[in-house]
């Protein structure tokens, strides 16, 4: 946040409209910290998949002239190569953002001009650039068990907006826009239910998008919701800015829920699987003034 069918599952409620506070009943959740195999690297999930294999960036605070690099953790622990981009100088960006049952993950790469970024899809040792057509950028950020994506591209000038949101459906692309703003969306389920997030004014909202119909999403008294995945069950993630740190949601039959993870300042939830296994990463105010940014399962009972 300061950083590739059928309709939604019946019975889940679209009055996305949380209480008048930030104060919501906390989920329970089973906190599990991970590390990165490299020392001195932080790590930064992005998604989950159904057999709990990780996804995201990790980066070397003591070493900013190393660009982020993407990353996969296993469910044992272990963690592989993920994404390679021949080529690729290290000072760029290459971020992994979600991984579906079938290992295909998906993400984004900055080239080595450091000037726009490019899609990618990455299956075992083969890793493929994907732009849309005559875009001046593409991110991808959603991939589900199909093979549909969803991301979004800067179009080449004149433009009316900075970007504009894309699903990608058997070969075939459809814009994803709520109204007439700046729309992100950030992860599609196998039902083909989309959620991303939305410029209302100088705010930011959730959103979803099923069977053809946006609905709004909205924590109350927030200035700032991002939904950042949901899972085919239809629970979706998020976080939300109560105005002295970033904190996260779980939504599921219009009931929000908060992440919590004592002690920290901020909590970014960025994935969620079909077993309602959450991951993401927390900061953690030192003494110092400085923060430790430490990654997170969440085992949660829904």
């Keep these: 946040?300061?950083?590739?069918?059928?309709?939604?599952?019946?019975g889940i409620s679209l009055l996305l409209v949380a209480s008048s506070t930030f104060a919501q009943t906390p989920a329970a959740?089973?906190?599990?910290?991970?590390?990165?195999?490299?020392?001195?690297?932080v790590l930064f999930p992005q998604g989950?998949?159904?057999f709990g294999n990780i996804v995201g960036y990790h980066q070397n605070p003591a070493h900013p002239e190393i660009g982020p690099r993407a990353f996969v953790r296993f469910s044992n622990g272990t963690f592989g190569s993920c994404c390679k981009i021949a080529g690729l100088n290290t000072d760029t960006?290459?971020?992994?953002?979600?991984?579906?049952?079938?290992?295909v993950v998906v993400g984004r790469f900055q080239d080595n001009s450091l000037n726009t970024f490019h899609g990618f899809v990455?299956?075992?040792?083969?890793?493929?650039?994907?732009d849309y057509p005559g875009a001046e950028l593409t991110n991808l950020f959603g991939i589900n068990s199909f093979g549909s994506l969803v991301g979004i591209r800067v179009p080449k000038p004149p433009r009316t907006l900075p970007f504009i949101g894309f699903v990608w459906k058997n070969g075939t692309f459809r814009d994803?826009?709520?109204?007439?703003?700046v729309t992100n969306p950030t992860s599609i389920n196998d039902s083909g239910v989309i959620v991303g997030w939305h410029a209302v004014g100088t705010s930011t909202h959730g959103f979803v998008l099923s069977g053809g119909t946006f609905h709004d999403v909205s924590v109350s008294g927030s200035s700032t919701t991002l939904v950042n995945d949901i899972n085919n069950a239809g629970v979706m993630v998020g976080t939300f800015d109560t105005g002295h740190g970033v904190q996260s949601f779980?939504?599921?039959?219009?009931?929000?829920?908060?992440?919590?993870?004592p002690g920290a300042r901020d909590v970014e939830v960025f994935g969620i699987n079909g077993f309602n296994v959450l991951t993401g990463f927390a900061n953690f105010p030192n003494s110092s003034g400085t923060?430790?940014?430490?990654?997170?399962?969440?085992?949660?009972?829904?």
């Design 93 to 103: 960006i290459l971020a992994a953002s979600k991984r579906n049952a079938s290992g």
């Design 48 to 50: 989950i998949n159904r």
């Design 176 to 181: 994803v826009q709520f109204g007439t703003t």
């Design 1 to 10: 946040m300061k950083h590739l069918l059928k309709l939604l599952a019946a």
């Design 250 to 261: 779980i939504l599921k039959n219009g009931a929000f829920q908060d992440v919590v993870v």
């Design 291 to 302: 923060v430790t940014t430490r990654a997170f399962l969440a085992r949660c009972s829904l």
């Design 122 to 130: 990455s299956s075992g040792s083969q890793t493929v650039t994907f």
């Design 29 to 41: 959740c089973t906190i599990t910290f991970f590390t990165s195999p490299t020392a001195g690297d």
